[in-house]
């Protein structure tokens, strides 16, 4: 495990097990990923655009914050909470697999809560798996690669393929202005292509 600033391992390690937390949690991931993607929000506006509890957010918020990832920007009521940036590269046990955990990232996987194609693609091919999904779904909105080539390179069948793209479309569009610039592998810092080693 590596991470892209220099910090001590003290921090590297609570900035692991943070995300490891987001990434275990769909719900508490969704929240991030609206703060990342809105820029700031009051417990309320989180409630409004989530549909959460009143309970249940002041929850999800105060772990995030003792998290670390998610800080309040105000003293006064109501506070206003913005998302830290998170960019953490990540390097399986075999070695043989790095990812990087971005917004991006962290967006897609607290949408299994709610999609069940991302659900079933983590439950087959883990986070590492749908990092690398997500670079071809940049890639296919981009016109760049089809889910053909997508199944062909990872070994899966072009259904699950072309099922993971389309699950994957609405949050390739809603961070990378695909129409006017495109986005590019780079946009997705150290999601790699080879991480192939999950199972069809």
Request: proline residues 2%; without cysteine; hydrophobic residues 40%.
């Amino acid at each position: 495990m590596s991470r892209t600033s220099n910090r001590t391992n003290g921090d590297v390690i609570r900035d692991f097990l943070s995300v490891a937390d987001l990434l275990e949690e769909p719900q508490l991931a969704q929240l991030y990923a609206y703060l990342a993607r809105e820029e700031e929000a009051t417990v309320q506006e989180l409630m409004d655009a989530l549909n959460l509890a009143q309970g249940t957010a002041y929850t999800y918020v105060n772990r995030l914050v003792d998290a670390g990832v998610i800080e309040a920007t105000t003293d006064t009521q109501p506070r206003i909470y913005v998302a830290r940036n998170i960019d953490l590269t990540v390097t399986a046990a075999d070695g043989a697999r790095e990812y990087t955990i971005t917004p991006v990232l962290i967006d897609a996987v607290g949408r299994r809560a709610t999609n069940d194609d991302i659900d079933t693609y983590i439950d087959r091919h883990g986070i590492a798996g749908l990092a690398t999904a997500l670079t071809y779904a940049v890639d296919r909105e981009r016109g760049e690669v089809t889910h053909r080539l997508m199944a062909e390179d990872l070994d899966i069948s072009p259904l699950a393929a072309e099922m993971i793209l389309q699950a994957l479309r609405p949050v390739v569009h809603e961070h990378f202005d695909i129409e006017v610039s495109g986005a590019s592998i780079a946009d997705i810092e150290g999601v790699d292509r080879d991480v192939v080693g999950d199972d069809a």
